[in-house]
C-alpha cells in the first residue's frame, strides 16, 4: 500500500448493518461525511431481512484489506454483529451503549471498531458515541500495560 492508500484508509470509516440496523447507519453516514470521513457503506439498505454476520465479515474484510481503519456495526442490539466480528482475529469490537464507553475501548482496548444498537440507543447518543469513538486515541504508549493486553488479543 503506498502512503497515499494508508492516508486514505486512516480517513476512511467502514460502516456496516443489518435491516434493523439500515437507518442508523444512514444517519452515521452522513455524519461522518459532514466531519470530513470517507465512508465505505457495506451495506444493507432497507428493512429485508439480512443475517448480521454477512456483514460483520464484509467490514473485516475491509479493515484487514485495507480499505479503512475503524468500523461501525449497527444492528438491533449491537450484540449479535460484535460477537460476529470478534471472531475475526484482528477486530476488537467494543459494543458501546455511552460515551464513556466508546472513550475507554479507544484508550484501553484500542477497539478499531464499535458496534451499536438501533433499537437500544437513541440516534443522538449513538451518533456521540461514533464522535468520541473516532476522536480518541489509545494510551498504549502511555501506560504500557494496555498496549500489553491489546497485544494478548492480536
Excluded at 5 to 15: E, H
Excluded at 30 to 48: A, I
Excluded at 93 to 98: I, K, L
Excluded at 109 to 124: F, H, K, S, Y
Aim: charge should be negative; include cysteine.
Amino acid at each position: 500500500m503506498d502512503d497515499n492508500s494508508v492516508s486514505n484508509a486512516i480517513q476512511t470509516v467502514a460502516i456496516a448493518s443489518d435491516h434493523a440496523g439500515y437507518l442508523l447507519k444512514a444517519d452515521i453516514g452522513n455524519l461522518l461525511k459532514e466531519r470530513g470521513y470517507s465512508v465505505l457503506d457495506l451495506g444493507t439498505d432497507g428493512p429485508d431481512s439480512v443475517d448480521y454476520p454477512d456483514f460483520a465479515d464484509a467490514l473485516a474484510d475491509a479493515l484487514r484489506d485495507g480499505r479503512a481503519a475503524r468500523g461501525i456495526l449497527i444492528c438491533g442490539t449491537g450484540i449479535g454483529i460484535s460477537i460476529a466480528a470478534n471472531r475475526h482475529r484482528h477486530i476488537r469490537a467494543a459494543h458501546c451503549h455511552d460515551t464513556t464507553e466508546a472513550r475507554l475501548s479507544r484508550q484501553h482496548n484500542d477497539a478499531n471498531v464499535i458496534a451499536l444498537g438501533a433499537r437500544t440507543l437513541g440516534p443522538e447518543v449513538a451518533k456521540d458515541c461514533v464522535s468520541v469513538f473516532l476522536e480518541t486515541a489509545f494510551e498504549g504508549d502511555s501506560n504500557p500495560r494496555h498496549g500489553r493486553r491489546v497485544g494478548k488479543m492480536s
